[in-house]
């Protein structure tokens, strides 16, 4: 990178030496010859110092993971974002953040190991043909690498969809494929209907079969998993963790070494989550590392939370005294202890999908929060969950 910023510079200050010699400028060309000299050398310890800041600011990992769905004008807009704003988003993660692939930030969270400062990957869910059409020549030029999470059923079927051929193309260039179940199904469907045996060997059957017609299409065998819809219960946790599979849901907060890699969450940053102000915190974030937390079954058979809900926080650098929690947009009262956080609901919960997220400055980086998502997931009264 230096190379190439900075060596045009280089040949042009030599060549104005060069010149300004033949001219024979006396006592003036050693002037002009020290003040060149001196404007390369600043210019290098500004590079050096960008260098610096590409570092990792920490000896554990820490990213934030993007997800869009549509890149589109013509699409629902709660799930899209306009081609002109995804270009405006990715030019701003070009100026300001260091754009990693999604495996380079899963290894770094199973070997423990640091990513650069501010990293982000930037991920998509259900194959649509617009992200092929108005996202992927964007990515191609700017150099970001991405991961898409296709239902292979759905492949080659209907005009919103992307092509196997499309598909291939994308995997030649670059592009990372991965597992979203094989028809994105509701997940959590009929478990009480079914009966938790039927239920599971039902959904590992799906993603079992997504994962071969992946493995021979493409020839690649990469053990993630996205849950449409965000939604997941612990059964599903243990049974990706049992085969090897990493996790990825829709809830928010950056991930790092505390969070768990069979639901690691993602920012949405398409419908009213687009908006490039509000997503520069969320970027700018950083995992809170909770130990502990009281709630571990973020699926519910009932719309009321029985007890309140204590996260156990392993960190000295977050303002505990300023976290905030949030539920359906509004503040929930919060109690602090010691490195305890505790919230209640005193809201029905509602049918299908929300969580709470809960938000605390950092006291040694200026102008950044730690950030943790609690989510829920109640069916309604036929054990069904709404698109």
């Known amino acids: 990178m230096e190379k190439t910023r900075f ?14 010699g033949n001219k024979r400028v006396g006592g003036r060309f050693f002037s002009v010859v020290f003040a060149l000299i001196g404007s390369y050398f600043a210019n290098s310890s500004l590079v050096k110092a960008q260098e610096t800041e590409a570092q990792p600011t920490s000896n554990t990992p820490n990213a934030v993971i993007l997800l869009y769905h549509h890149v589109s004008d013509k699409t629902p807009p709660s799930t899209s974002i306009s081609p002109t704003n995804f270009v405006a988003h990715m030019q701003y993660l070009k100026e300001n953040h260091h754009i990693v692939s999604l495996q380079e930030v899963v290894k770094a969270l199973e070997d423990n190991t640091p990513l650069p400062d501010k990293a982000v990957a930037i991920t998509f869910d259900d194959g649509y043909a617009n992200i092929f059409e108005n996202a992927h020549p964007v990515l191609v030029e700017m150099g970001f690498p991405y991961t898409i999470f296709i239902n292979p059923g759905e492949i080659d079927v209907g005009p919103q969809q992307l092509t196997w051929q499309q598909v291939k193309l994308m995997h030649s260039e670059g592009v990372t494929f991965a597992n979203h179940t094989l028809d994105h199904l509701h997940m959590l469907n009929d478990e009480q209907k079914l009966g938790h045996t039927a239920w599971i060997e039902n959904v590992w059957h799906n993603v079992t079969s997504a994962q071969e017609i992946i493995n021979t299409k493409l020839d690649v065998n990469l053990h993630y998993l996205a849950y449409p819809f965000g939604e997941f219960n612990q059964a599903l946790t243990e049974k990706l963790k049992k085969n090897g599979y ?55 058979f009932q719309r009321q939370l029985d007890d309140p809900v204590t996260l156990t926080i392993d960190s000295e650098d977050i303002r505990l005294a300023q976290v905030t929690c949030f539920f359906g947009g509004e503040k929930i009262a919060t109690k602090v202890t010691h490195n305890t956080v505790a919230f209640s609901l005193d809201k029905p919960l509602p049918i299908g999908r929300s969580r709470v997220n809960c938000t605390a400055p950092s006291l040694h980086q200026k102008g950044r929060y730690y950030w943790y998502s609690v989510p829920f997931f109640v069916a309604n009264e036929e054990g069904r969950y709404p698109d």
Do not use: W
């Not at 045009?8 to 300004?20: D, E, K, N, V």
């Open 7 to 20: 060596a045009p510079r280089a040949a042009h200050i030599f060549a104005t030496l060069f010149t300004l």
């Open 246 to 300: 990493i996790g990825f849901g829709q809830h928010s907060g950056a991930v790092g070494p505390y969070s768990d890699k069979q639901a690691l969450p993602r920012y949405p940053a398409a419908g009213i989550y687009a908006n490039l102000d509000t997503l520069k915190t969320k970027l700018n974030s950083l995992a809170m590392p909770v130990s502990h937390a009281t709630h571990s079954e973020p699926r519910l």
